[in-house]
C-alpha cells in the first residue's frame, strides 16, 4: 500500500515500526521513551502509537504492534519504504517454542522489508536485568546466534544492526535511550531534507503571483452574473469550459451541496455527475473525464481559500457572488498545475487515484480552519438555546431511529434530567431541569417539522442553527402558550404541566421565501464550519444518543452486523470483545490482542481498515478489562460510542474517507489517539 510521505515524516522526522513477541517489552520500551515511566495501556488491536521529541525539531514516530499470531495479518498495513523496524527479542523468552515463534516474527519482518523496500533494522535483547550476572553472557549469546543465522540471507539487501547494549531493561530504563541515540545516529538523513523542500518548491513554481492575477482580472470582466452562470452549467449551454470556469463550477455546485447538510467528498459526488452530464450533452466541449482525487483536490482549495476570504471581511460562508473576489484574493487557484506541488504524476494519474481519493504524496493539503469557532461555540452554550437545540435533536433522531417516538421522547427526557443534574452540581446557576419545557420545546419542534413535511425541499434543514433561522426561534415561544407562573412552577418542573394560555400547536405555516433563504445561508455556514469542528455534543446529547443506542441494539440479531446501522456495529463489536459470540476468524489462545486484531480484519473488508480499527479500540477503551460488564452498563458510562461522528473529532473527513485509510491503517490528523488505561500503572 502507498502511504502519503507526508504521513510518514520527511527530513527530520522517522517512523518505525517495534516489533516481537507479546510480552517482550514493546509497550514498556514504547512509554518508557515517550514517558520516562511504565504505564498500563488497554490490550489493543495490536498498535500503541507514540511521537518523541527530540533536540532540534528531530520527532520519532513509533508502532508498537502487537506480538500475538492473530496480530501477525495487521502489521503489513503498517509498513512503507520509508520506515525502519526495531525487533526486541526478550532474554527471558528462552523456551524452544517461544524462540521459533519470535524468530518467525523477525522472518516476517524481513521479508516485509524487502517487499517494501525497506532498509533499517535494529535488534535488541531486553530483559537482560532478569537474567543473573552468571547466566547472562551465554544465554544472551545463544539468542543472538540464532538471530544472526537468520539474518545472514539478507545482509546484503538489507541496512540490519544488532545493537550492543549490555543490561537493556526496558522496565528499569537501563540502555533504553542509548538505544534511540544509535538509531537516530543511523537514521540521520544527508540532506533529505532540503531536497524534500527543494523538489516541492520547484514543483510550486508557476506563473507569478501578477501574471496569475492579470489572467483573473481578465477572466473577471468576461464573466456573467452568478445566476446567470448557474443556469447556463445546468442547462450545458456554457460558453466557456476554461480552469477558471471549472472553478466557478465547482463552487457554486460545493453551495448547492453545504446548502443541503453534505460535507466535501459528497460535494465531489456530486460535481463528478454534473461533468458526466455535460460531457454526455457535449463530448467537444467539456472532455474531463471523472477524476475524483482531482475533483476533491481542487474542492478543497477553493473552501479554503473561501475560508480565509471570509476570515478577512464576512461572518458567514462567502455568496457565490463573492467567487470573483475570492479567486483574486488567492491568485494561487488560478495555477492550473498547483496539484504538482502535492501530488506526484504517478500516484495522481492512477486508476486508483482516478476512482478513489487518494492522499497528497508530497506534502499535505492546506488545513480547513473554523473561522467562527469561537462565536459559534458562545452561541451553543448560550441558557437560551439549550432546551430547543437539544429538542431539535431528539425529533432529528424520531425521524431517523426504528424505536418509536414515544420511546424516544421518554428516552430524551431521561437523559436531559440526569444531565441537568450533573451540571447543576457543578454550576448552581444552570436551570433546574423542568418535564414542562422540556416537553414543550420536542412538541414545537416536531410542530415545525412536519410543516415542512407538506413541501418537499431540496434543502434539508440538518443543522440547529439553520432550523432556528428558518422558523426565527428566539427562545420565548412559551410565552405564547404558558403564564410565568405556571412555566415556572414546581409541579410543572415534577410532570409535563398542559398550557395555561392556549393549547399546544401540531403544526405551523410554511416559512417564507425570505425565511428560507436566511437558513439555506445559515446552513451553508454550519456545513463548512463542521469541516473543521473537533468538540463532542453537549452531555445531554450524549445520553440521549446512548439511551436510544441501547434501546436500537434491542430490536437486532446479537450477532449480525448491519454495518449501515451504528448500533449494530457497537453491538456487534462489544458481543465479539467480551466474547459473548464468536467467529471463526477469531483466537482466543493469545488475549484480548489478538481477540482485537482479529475482529478488526474481520469488519475491515465492509467498512474499511483504519475505521474498523478506530471502533475497536474505542470499545476496548470502554472495556478497559471490565469483560463483564453489561451491554448497558457500557453505553451509558461511555456515551461517545454512541455518537456516530465520533471519529472526526480525531480524523478529518478527507482522510477518513480516503483510500489509504480504507486499506491500510492512517493515523488521526486532528487529535491523537491514546492506550493509556487513566489512574492506572
Known amino acids: 500500500m502507498r502511504i502519503a510521505r507526508w504521513l510518514l515524516g520527511g527530513g527530520r522526522e522517522h517512523v518505525g515500526l517495534v516489533l516481537g513477541n507479546d510480552a517482550s517489552g514493546k509497550t514498556t520500551f514504547l512509554y518508557r521513551l515517550k514517558l520516562g515511566e511504565v504505564v498500563q495501556t488497554i490490550p489493543t488491536i495490536g498498535f500503541n502509537v507514540e511521537t518523541i521529541d527530540h533536540p532540534h525539531g528531530e520527532k520519532v514516530t513509533l508502532w508498537d504492534v502487537g506480538g500475538c499470531d492473530r496480530i ?3 502489521v503489513r498495513h503498517y509498513m512503507s519504504q520509508d520506515r525502519f523496524l526495531i525487533f526486541i527479542q526478550s532474554c527471558t523468552d528462552t523456551d524452544p517454542y517461544r524462540v521459533e515463534f519470535s524468530l518467525e516474527y523477525l522472518r516476517m519482518g524481513l521479508n516485509m522489508m524487502l517487499e517494501n523496500e525497506a532498509k533499517h533494522m535494529f535488534i535488541i535483547f531486553n530483559k537482560q536485568d532478569l537474567l543473573s550476572e552468571e547466566e547472562r553472557p551465554k544465554i544472551v549469546k545463544d539468542l543472538k546466534e540464532k538471530i544472526e543465522a537468520e539474518i545472514k540471507p539478507y545482509a546484503d539487501k538489507l541496512d540490519i544492526r544488532i545493537l550492543d547494549t549490555p543490561g537493556l531493561s526496558a522496565l528499569g530504563g537501563c540502555q533504553v535511550h542509548n538505544v534511540m541515540d544509535e538509531i537516530r545516529k543511523t537514521l540521520k538523513p544527508k540532506n ?13 513554481k508557476g506563473p507569478s503571483k501578477e501574471e496569475l492575477r492579470n489572467k483573473i482580472r481578465t477572466a473577471n470582466a468576461q464573466s456573467v452574473d452568478a445566476n446567470t452562470f448557474w443556469e447556463s452549467f445546468l442547462d450545458g449551454s456554457l460558453e466557456a469550459w476554461d480552469h477558471y470556469t471549472h472553478l466557478r463550477a465547482g463552487f457554486f455546485v460545493m453551495h448547492d451541496c453545504f446548502g443541503s447538510g453534505l460535507g466535501l467528498l459528497e ?28 475533483t476533491i483536490f481542487w474542492l478543497h482549495q477553493i473552501q479554503v481559500a473561501a475560508i480565509e476570504y471570509q476570515a478577512r471581511s464576512l461572518d458567514k460562508f462567502p455568496s457565490r457572488e463573492d467567487y470573483a473576489d475570492i479567486v483574486f484574493s488567492a491568485p494561487h487557484l488560478m495555477n492550473s498545475n498547483l496539484w504538482r506541488a ?23 493539503l492546506p488545513t480547513i480552519k473554523q473561522v467562527t469557532s469561537t462565536l459559534v461555540q458562545e452561541k451553543v452554550t448560550t441558557d437560551v438555546d439549550r432546551l430547543p437545540r437539544f429538542a431539535f435533536s431528539v425529533v432529528q433522531k424520531t425521524l431517523s431511529s426504528k424505536v418509536r417516538r414515544g420511546g424516544v421522547v421518554k428516552q430524551a427526557l431521561e437523559a436531559l434530567q440526569s444531565s441537568t443534574m450533573r451540571l447543576r452540581a457543578a454550576d448552581s446557576s444552570v436551570p433546574p431541569y423542568s418535564e414542562t419545557q422540556a416537553y414543550f420545546w420536542i412538541q414545537i419542534i416536531h410542530a415545525y417539522t412536519r410543516s415542512l413535511e407538506v413541501e418537499s425541499s431540496e434543502s434539508q434543514f440538518t443543522t440547529y442553527e439553520a432550523f432556528k433561522s428558518l422558523f426565527d426561534i428566539k427562545g420565548d415561544e412559551w410565552k405564547e402558550y404558558y403564564s410565568r407562573s405556571t412555566w415556572e412552577s414546581i409541579a410543572s418542573r415534577m410532570t409535563f404541566v398542559n398550557p395555561d394560555k392556549k393549547p399546544l400547536p401540531n403544526i405551523f405555516n410554511l416559512p417564507s421565501q425570505a425565511r428560507k433563504d436566511l437558513a439555506v445561508s445559515q446552513m451553508i455556514n454550519a456545513t463548512n464550519n463542521r469541516s473543521a469542528n473537533t468538540h463532542l455534543p453537549p452531555s445531554e446529547d450524549l445520553d440521549f444518543l446512548a439511551a436510544i443506542l441501547i434501546d436500537e441494539a434491542k430490536l437486532m440479531p446479537e450477532s449480525e452486523l448491519n454495518v449501515a446501522s451504528h448500533a449494530s456495529l457497537i453491538t456487534f463489536l462489544f458481543n465479539r470483545l467480551t466474547e459473548r459470540t464468536q467467529s471463526t476468524m477469531t483466537s482466543i489462545k493469545r488475549g484480548d490482542a489478538s481477540l482485537a486484531s482479529s475482529t478488526a480484519l474481520e469488519i475491515a473488508k465492509w467498512i474499511g481498515l483504519t475505521q474498523a480499527m478506530f471502533w475497536v479500540q474505542q470499545i476496548q477503551i470502554a472495556l478497559a478489562g471490565r469483560k463483564e460488564i453489561g451491554f448497558e452498563e457500557c453505553i451509558k458510562g461511555n456515551s461517545v460510542l454512541a455518537f456516530e461522528e465520533l471519529p472526526f473529532v480525531y480524523y478529518s473527513p478527507q482522510l477518513w474517507g480516503s483510500v489509504e485509510a480504507r486499506d491500510g491503517y492512517v493515523m488521526p490528523d486532528r487529535r491523537g489517539l491514546s492506550s493509556i488505561v487513566p489512574g492506572k500503572v
Open 72 to 74: 501477525r495479518p495487521l
Open 267 to 294: 460535494c465531489a459526488d456530486e460535481f463528478m455527475k454534473h461533468l458526466n452530464r455535460l460531457r454526455e450533452g457535449n463530448p467537444e466541449r467539456f472532455r474531463n473525464t471523472a477524476h475524483k482525487t482531482m
Open 192 to 204: 533529505v531534507a532540503k531536497d524534500t523542500k527543494a523538489e516541492i518548491e520547484m514543483r510550486e
Open 342 to 364: 502535492y501530488y506526484s504524476k504517478d500516484l495522481l494519474f492512477s486508476p486508483l487515484a482516478r476512482a478513489n481519493y487518494s492522499l497528497p504524496d508530497l506534502q499535505p
